[in-house]
């Protein structure tokens, strides 16, 4: 089941590593703009994501129910607010960009590259929510290898478009930045394409219905919006987090600390993808098992998954942490303050991998529970209340600069993987209830 999700979740990031590498070759300010940027733009988008990521919850509980004709139902509300959201998105944020940009405290060279980016990647706000949607519906139904297959064929073509967009080959124009922001937008734009062409075909409509439930359906979408909205709220206050930890406390010690701690943070991802598809995996497959009311299964397949990802997570650190300074110079930068004092944060980085491996396979099993309410509670408070003031007493209060804000993010994972894994194991989890019609009549 991970396997091709793993495989599937990697086209986001590895498009946004690609580009990344790629203009590298056009200097640091480059390096440095892209990877702010493109979380920034990500940032966004992921309060609606959140709300969208839930159509797994319901499609896997009324599949495990042997309600197949509501796994195509949830998955068109899924559909229809990820065009409603990420239209709207497009037209609140794309006029804003200036302002939000002109807010980091970067050099002017740096915010004018972010810019460039960011713009053309606001574009794309309807395509990865949408393709959102239709993961879901394709991994909870136990067809995950269909996200694989569109996602290989997307990053692909963004290789090949960002080789001439950015460079301005084969009488391409030579966009730079804004090139490698417009070849990600129409890689993700095909892998929607391909995605609904498939859920659409014969075979999915004979089984799920699919040509025939996609009528707006109010009460669908209440359901997903009630269960939704605290998971896309977590997911954004989580990334907002980062986010500030990038942009506004790391990003204020120079373009060097920056584009080390973006070269860093590319690597981890290496690290952290397999354990997203992993969450992605587990939420569905806890969602059957509770949709059949086998709670035992569902502990026990999220604790086999949890063990994976520690194991992984901690080998490809401990790999990072013995040969990032030869990583970085082959992949990124030569520059020696780069590659020193990237490796640095990645070593630091390499230390919390075990814990946040915890966290990120127990909230994706949380999620596939429906326990989202319990998420944002504790992603405000151990988020908020401690680790963005403990990244900026140790980096600004005691001098301690990118790697004291490295020391805050690693107390941080640790202490909320204690958290999570006492909320999964206490099963409180268990009395959440998803569907309407099983909510108890306060009338």
């Known amino acids: 089941m991970a396997t091709p999700i793993i495989m599937g979740s990697l086209s986001y990031t ?20 892209v990877c702010t940027s493109g979380l920034a733009v990500f940032t966004l988008t992921t309060f609606f ?15 495990g129910r042997g309600q197949q004709e509501n796994c195509a139902r949830y998955t068109w509300q899924g559909i229809h607010l990820a065009v409603i959201t990420g239209a709207a998105g497009v037209l609140v944020f794309l006029p804003l ?3 939000l940009f002109s807010l980091m405290p970067h050099s002017a060279e740096v915010t004018a590259l972010e810019l460039a980016y960011g713009r053309v990647r606001i574009l794309g706000f309807v395509f990865v929510s949408w393709q959102t949607a239709l993961a879901c519906f394709f991994q909870s139904v136990n067809r995950p290898g269909i996200p694989m297959y569109t996602a290989v064929l997307a990053n692909a073509l963004n290789i090949v478009l960002d080789y001439v967009l950015i460079f301005g080959e084969f009488g391409f124009p030579e966009w730079g930045v804004a090139g490698a922001a417009t070849a990600t937008v129409i890689a993700q734009a095909v892998q929607v394409l391909l995605l609904q062409a498939v859920f659409l075909g014969r075979g999915y409509h004979g089984e799920f ?3 025939t439930s996609y009528q707006l359906d109010p009460e669908k979408v209440r359901e997903l919006v009630r269960i ?23 990003g204020r010690f120079g373009d060097t600390a920056l584009a080390s701690h973006n070269v860093a943070i590319q690597f981890l991802h290496l690290s952290f993808l397999p354990a997203i598809g992993l969450n992605q995996a587990i939420a569905p497959i806890v969602g059957r098992w509770i949709g059949r009311k086998d709670m035992v299964r569902a502990k026990g397949r999220t604790y086999t998954a949890m063990a994976l990802a520690i194991g992984y997570m901690s080998l ?21 303050e780069v590659v020193r004092l990237g490796h640095n944060l990645m070593i630091l980085g390499a230390t919390f991998q075990g814990f946040d491996a915890v966290n990120i396979v127990l909230f994706g099993a949380l999620r596939g529970a429906g326990d989202t309410r319990w998420i944002l509670r504790m992603t405000v408070a151990v988020g908020y209340g401690f ?5 900026l007493f140790l980096s600004m209060y005691l001098g301690w600069g990118a790697v004291g804000a490295w020391l805050g993010a690693t107390l941080y994972v640790v202490i909320l993987s204690g958290l999570v894994f006492l909320r999964f194991h206490g099963e409180g989890w268990r009395h959440v209830r998803i569907f309407t019609h099983d909510l108890p009549d306060t009338a």
């Open 228 to 250: 939704g909205w605290p998971a896309g709220m977590s997911f954004f206050l989580d990334v907002f987090n980062w986010s500030i930890f990038t942009m506004l406390i790391v």
């Open 49 to 63: 994501l959140g709300i969208v990521g839930c159509v797994s919850t319901f499609v896997s509980q009324s599949l």
């Open 97 to 99: 960009s200036g302002p």
């Open 14 to 33: 590895v498009m946004q590593f690609v580009d990344t590498m790629m203009v590298s070759k056009l200097g640091k300010p480059a390096l440095a703009a």
């Open 209 to 211: 219905g699919t040509r």
């Open 316 to 336: 490809v650190g401990l790999t990072l942490a013995l040969f990032g300074k030869p990583l970085i110079r082959a992949c990124f930068s030569k520059e020696f």
């Open 387 to 391: 680790f963005i003031p403990t990244a």
